[in-house]
C-alpha cells in the first residue's frame, strides 16, 4: 500500500488529531495509508533535547518514509500557504516524490494580497508593487510560483482551488478527497 504525507496547517486545530483521521480514513477509502504529522511520538531522551528540533526530525522521516504527499495550501495567517507545509512541499519535490495539493480559498494569490494590501500599478514595468515597492506575482496561481510550479510538476495537476465556507475554511476535506482521486488515477497509469 502507498503511503501519503498529509501536510498542512490543520496540526493547530485544537481537534487536529480527530481532522487527521478523518483525512487518514478518506485515504484508506482510496486505497492509501494516510501518515499524518501528529502520529509521530516525541519523547525528550534528554531535558535538554529541543521539542520542535524532535518534531522536525520526526517529520522529516515519515516524509522519507512516505511514497507521495497530499498538501493543504490553504491560506494560514495572511494570504499564503503555511510556510512549515510550504517547505514540506518542497521536500516532498526535492526527494522526487509526487505532490498534490489543495487550498481552501479559490481566489488566486494576488487578488488575495489585493484585498489586504493597497497595491499600485506600475505601468513603466507592467508590474503590480506593494507598499514597499516590491513586485507582486499576477500569474492567476494559488501561491507563489514555486509552489504552484512543485505540485503540478511533482504531482502531473495543478493545486486543487475548492472555495469552502468560511466557517469551514480549515476543516472542509472536499479539496483533500479531490487530491486522493486525482493521486488514484496518476498511480494507476502505467509509469
Known amino acids: 500500500m502507498l503511503t501519503v ?80 507545509t510550504v517547505f514540506e512541499v518542497g521536500m516532498l519535490a526535492g526527494l522526487g516524490k509526487r505532490v498534490f495539493a489543495y487550498t481552501n480559498v479559490a481566489p488566486d494569490y494576488f487578488d488575495r494580497t489585493k484585498r489586504t494590501e493597497a497595491l499600485a500599478f506600475d505601468s513603466g514595468q507592467k508590474l503590480w508593487r506593494d507598499t514597499h515597492g516590491m513586485t507582486v506575482e499576477d500569474f492567476g496561481n494559488a501561491d507563489n510560483l514555486m509552489i504552484d510550479w512543485a505540485v503540478a510538476e511533482r504531482g502531473g495537476y495543478p493545486i486543487v482551488r475548492h472555495d469552502a465556507r468560511p466557517m469551514e475554511i480549515d476543516r472542509d476535506l472536499t479539496g483533500f478527497e479531490r487530491c486522493l482521486r486525482l493521486a488514484a488515477e496518476a498511480f494507476a497509469r502505467p509509469a
Do not use: Q, W
Not at 483525512?23 to 492509501?32: D, N
Not at 502520529?39 to 528540533?53: F, H, T
Not at 512516505?66 to 494560514?76: E, M, Q, R, W, Y
Open 5 to 84: 504525507y498529509l501536510a498542512g496547517p490543520e496540526v493547530f486545530l485544537p481537534d487536529a488529531i480527530e481532522v487527521g483521521e478523518r483525512k487518514k480514513r478518506l485515504c484508506s477509502a482510496y486505497g492509501f495509508e494516510g501518515i499524518f504529522p501528529l502520529d509521530n511520538e516525541i519523547v525528550p531522551k534528554a531535558s535538554s533535547e529541543r521539542i520542535d528540533r524532535l518534531i522536525y526530525r520526526a517529520n522529516e522521516a515519515m516524509i522519507r518514509r512516505a511514497h507521495f504527499g497530499i498538501c493543504n495550501l490553504t491560506p494560514f495567517r495572511g494570504v499564503s500557504a503555511d510556510p512549515g
